[in-house]
């Protein structure tokens, strides 16, 4: 734990926390102020702010924003000296990957529940809509948080190996962008994408794609386990890159 | 003599280039060891593949009398404190934030980053952020990071390129102490007057190879400096030597490189017998800066 917590010192006075603030809440603002424009009501209550909100935040900002958090999260440590620094520690590639990985994926956790909070924000004072949203939607919010554990380690990885900045963001663009025409396709294989992952994951029950219309347990499952499987099989791969690199001249 | 860090045959090739070639190091244990080079010559290749940051194409590293690789690595490096090519800090966090960075990470008691920070003289300064230190500060807080886990040995890379002359002073007088504490340190440096009054052992690296290796004195000793022959015919004593000994004329003196004595007594007889007054023979005065320069081909200072 000792690593993690050290990962999380380095976000201290970090634009990451801009970025977890801002991304979710403008796309829940953007669908409001879509809606007010239109001079329409949410005919289905939380459910239509839910879709107005999550559904084309799940299909690129998501991933981008993933993207932009690693490559902050590693950006400190492609600076001055503390690549080398960071390598001559006695510390494991494993536990490297790991703590910076999970880092990121806590911060795509904290990103959903701002979205989560800005769409019962919206909800109750631009619509005045009663109580809380169903909790349905919180649990897909945790599903959400667990779709995007893989994709924070393979941005991780990215931002890890490339000391670009934007290089990273750009493929978490460009993957996002296969992972619809994936989704769309249903294609099964799309369950092994990552980002394919978090674009089924938001669109669970809002039926943008053939096989999110309803909340099934199979969907849920499967997304489930793919994210664990995923994520083990990109941590292992992260690893065994860092452990065979000779560091940058 | 124990050694602490040993190589042999140490060779890192990329592609068809090799940037150290065939090294044997012997640093031995409690010393301060100025590793010297011109710039490129292969002194950051090297530490890099003692740290096991850059593996080696072929040769083998010994630290602490074990095998350095990517399979030992992590518990050797818990002994070994390193700075490598530029110091290291995270420009946004203040330098006490740096230090419980490495607390956390390296799970070191308090007091031991503490008396880490005193050791450098930095204690005065760790509320500011990095960004705003000055580089010798960084430097110094680069090794206080590195010193945090009490390492036996210390590994840093041209730590006072940059500094003024009273920063590199205060390196100077910091690795003393270190070592007097006990801690073998080995220290880069392209500049051969920051560090040869500091280094109790010299390695001097050209081209990626070890040229010399052992202490200040014999690095004087296995240089041999020119002959200085006055003489009544500077000319003739010149055209007589010249073939053999490669001599040429120096103002009103002949200068012939690499004599030793016998071969300084023949010469001297050789004149006498062709009938030239020999008024005197002199060795020409080396200074350490030279003999690194004549090995080295002159591109380190």
Redesign the interface.
Known sequence: M??V??EF??L???LAWTVVALLPAAMAVAGAVNTIAAGQQPEDGWHTVWLRSAVFYGLFPLATGIGILASLVWR?EH????W?????????SLRIVAAKAAVVAVLAAAMQAVLLAAVIAVGRLAFALPGMPPARYFWISLLIMLACVPVAVLQSGLSMLMRSFAGPIAVAFLGAAAAVVMLMAELPAAVLVPYALIGRATQLGTGTFGDTGAITPWAVATTAIAAVVLTAALTAATTAVL?RR??R? | MSHIVATDGLTKRYGKRAVVQNLDLRVPTGCVYGFLGPNGSGKSTTMKMLLSLVQPSSGEVRVMGRPMNRATRRRLLADIGSLIESPPGYAHLTGRENMRLVQRTLGLPEGQVEHAVRTVRMHQQLDKRVRDYSLGMKQRLGIAMALARRPRLLILDEPTNGLDPAGIEEIRELLRRLADAGVTVMVSSHLLGEIDRTATMLGILSGGRLIFQGTRAELLAASTPDVLIDGSEPERANALLQAETGSRLDGASVRVPGLDDKATARAVALLVGAGIGVHGVRRDEQSLEDVFMDLTGGGGL
């Open positions: 000792g690593a917590h050290a010192l380095k201290k006075r970090s400190v600076r001055g000296g503390n080398n620094a960071l390598m001559s520690g006695p510390v494991s452990n000779d560091t001249a």
